[in-house]
């Protein structure tokens, strides 16, 4: 029972990553992924679309018959979205000016309308629910380190602007990491995205390539030492 | 036959219940966020106005005292707003929504704020899309390029030199950059022009009642 909510856990994050191995939803990812905070921002409004409709999605399950299956997922995805888009511009107006056309895209981000069709509407309301914050955490993720990369290579800085979301006390949080920087425009226009994406996957691939050798390895080890004795 | 009909009709009625749960739930955070969003824009709009005229120049409701005008800009298709700032009923300065299309990618939009004896008291572009790190920095944010226009008019730098250095004229362009400040110049000289022949006009119409001024 553990291992299946860890699995969900690693899918997530690292396994089925929506950003890196997925490929979904790329319009926003590479739109929106020109500054830290702006990848955040989206990755969390993300996050908390793909929380709500995943559970929504698992807990009306059995009374939405098969035909109007799809229908019903779009509309409550799309009612999630609206009522975020109210609520940030209400409570979060800096970020939301900047986020602000781009929320309404988040409907047309295909990780959501495929967890709540692959998943959430075969499962259990708890584990979509996981499902949803850890895939939703992922994407996040994937925001933010793009967002970095092409932060710190296109501006030089890191955080600029972390007032828009936590408040005038967060002005302070700008990181100059190369001072006297001009920039590089190539990282923040969309050419940037792409490249940066494509790096970022292929890190990625060496990281597994690299936990899959180190595997049979350290099963070597114990037999070793126990020779050596 | 029967069996496909009563199918599609519980179908298609759970599909309305569903579209109206959602209607519902969507109509509900609009009424709560309503309020909240209208003071959002409106003191993002004082904040700006903050910036381009000091409050202490006024003390009229500046934010509905205001004119909409068609011929101010020309190529936009929508009216430009005039803020109009008053001390005691009398005319101080006016705040106009300027609208170029001459940017590097698409319309700038500043916030030009003139006094009746048609110098400036502040310039500041409200809405962009130039180039992030060339033609951004006319941002207050970015450079400071953009307070170049404080205390200007059309009688200093002289009407002709209102063009950037490039253009042999008094404002200086950015390294890189020579559209997204040409146009930001030629809109403020325009917005200056069309003060200076239409000062008494602007004024003319007394200050708006709240339930007219939008």
Known sequence: MLSEYSKIVKDGLWLNNQAFVALL?????????NTVINGLGLGLATTMTLVLSNTIISLIRNFVPD?????????????????????????????YKILGIFIPLIVTNCSIIGRAEAYASKQRADKAFLD??????????????LG???????????????????????????IDVIT??????????????????????????????????????????PIQVAQEQ | M??????????????????????????????KTEAKIQENERQALLANLKAVIPESLYDNDIVNDTLEVTDLNQDSTKPAVIYRARKKDNPVAAVMTVVTPFGYSGNITLLVAIKTDGTLTGVRAIAHRETPGLGDKIEIERSDWILAF???????????????????????????ATITPRAVVGAVKNALLYFKHNQSLI????????????
């Open chain 1, 25 to 33: 939803g790329l319009c926003p990812l590479l739109a929106v992924s």
């Open chain 1, 67 to 95: 035909e109007v299956r799809l229908p019903v997922f779009v509309l409550v995805i799309a009612s999630v979205v609206t009522m975020i888009e109210l609520a940030m511009n209400a409570w979060f107006f800096g970020l």
């Open chain 1, 132 to 145: 949803g914050l850890f895939m939703g955490l992922g994407f996040t993720f994937a925001l933010v380190t």
């Open chain 1, 148 to 174: 970095s990369l092409r932060e710190i290579i296109g501006s030089g800085t890191l955080f600029a602007k972390a007032e828009l979301m936590f408040g005038e006390a967060a002005k302070t949080w700008q």
């Open chain 1, 180 to 221: 006297d920087y001009s920039g590089m425009l190539l990282a923040i226009l969309p050419p940037g995205a792409f490249i940066g994406l494509g790096l970022l996957i292929a890190l990625k691939n060496i990281i597994d390539t690299k936990v899959k050798q180190r595997k049979p390895a350290q099963i070597q080890i």
């Open chain 2, 2 to 31: 029967n069996a496909i009909i009563k199918n599609t009709l519980s179908a298609a009625t759970i599909l309305g219940i569903f579209s109206l749960l959602g209607l519902g739930l969507t109509s509900l955070t609009f009424h």
């Open chain 2, 150 to 176: 404080d205390g200007k008019s059309l009688a200093m730098p002289k009407t002709q030199e209102w063009a950037v250095k490039r253009d042999d004229g008094y404002f200086d362009q950015f390294t890189g």
């Open chain 2, 203 to 214: 004024f003319s119409t007394t200050e708006s009642t709240p339930e007219g001024g939008n």
